[in-house]
């Protein structure tokens, strides 16, 4: 597992439609959590305490990513309709990511209810509130942390494959699959690395999201590492 050395208690909740899983940073270590169901909310002693930094983020389809100097606010949920379904009910938001030039827009209306009622559950020291966030930006902001030049970070549930693919600091894919199992996630994984022309037996994938151990096993016939970001 790639770890952060900073010693400040931070927690990283994704929420999909099917539950929850965490990832606890303080002195003690790193801890994380499979997917738990949404039945043990209350129970969670780790939801019961404040963190340095608190970070939610929703495994949302309803995400683009667009370059800055085409985006105007204003065109926000007409730019995202041209990528993927959205209601008229469906509330559409935006988020600039300075470092890359771009603005990711996204809509956290998939029908759940759980990322809002942690986002009020658990809180920064100072009693802040966290931003729900779409999985892609999480993996964006993730390159970074990634230490080899071809970077393959991606998070899977609920039948969708998010996948970020970068050499160095160079974004060269940031796409959502709908992949109803994992082996189809597996394919476009695959696929995509082939087209950009990067050898798996020589990568190191990062997931966000937990892997089961067959899923882990399955990784390493291909990939020469696999990593829990």
């Known amino acids: 597992m790639i770890q952060n050395t900073d010693t400040k208690t931070r927690i990283s909740i994704q929420v999909s439609l ?19 169901g949404g039945d043990k909310l209350f129970t969670t002693k780790e939801f019961q305490k404040r963190y340095s930094s608190v970070r939610i983020s929703l495994l949302t389809h309803k995400c683009t990513l667009v370059p800055e100097h085409f985006f105007n606010p204003a065109d926000a949920r007409q730019i995202l309709s041209e990528v993927v379904r959205i209601e008229d009910s469906d509330q559409v938001e935006y988020f600039r990511i300075d470092r890359m030039g771009a603005v990711i827009v996204f809509s956290n209306s998939i029908g759940e209810s759980l990322s809002k009622v942690l986002a009020q ?39 969708y494959l998010h996948l970020v693919i970068a050499q160095g600091r160079s974004l060269m894919l940031a796409n959502v699959f709908k992949a109803v199992d994992f082996t189809t996630a597996e394919y476009f994984i695959f696929n995509s690395m082939k087209k ?34």
Do not use: H
């Open 18 to 36: 099917s539950g929850y899983s965490f990832t606890v940073q303080d002195q003690e270590g790193t801890r994380c959590s499979g997917w738990t």
């Open 196 to 229: 950009l022309q990067l050898n798996p037996e020589v990568t190191t994938i990062c997931f966000r999201t937990p892997v089961t151990q067959e899923q882990e096993i399955s990784l390493y016939r291909y990939f020469k590492a696999v990593e829990k970001i």
């Open 121 to 159: 559950t658990v809180l920064t020291e100072d009693g802040y509130r966290s931003r729900i966030m779409p999985e892609m930006y999480f993996l964006l902001e993730s390159i970074d942390i990634c230490p080899e030049y071809n970077k393959v970070l991606a998070s899977y549930a609920d039948g």
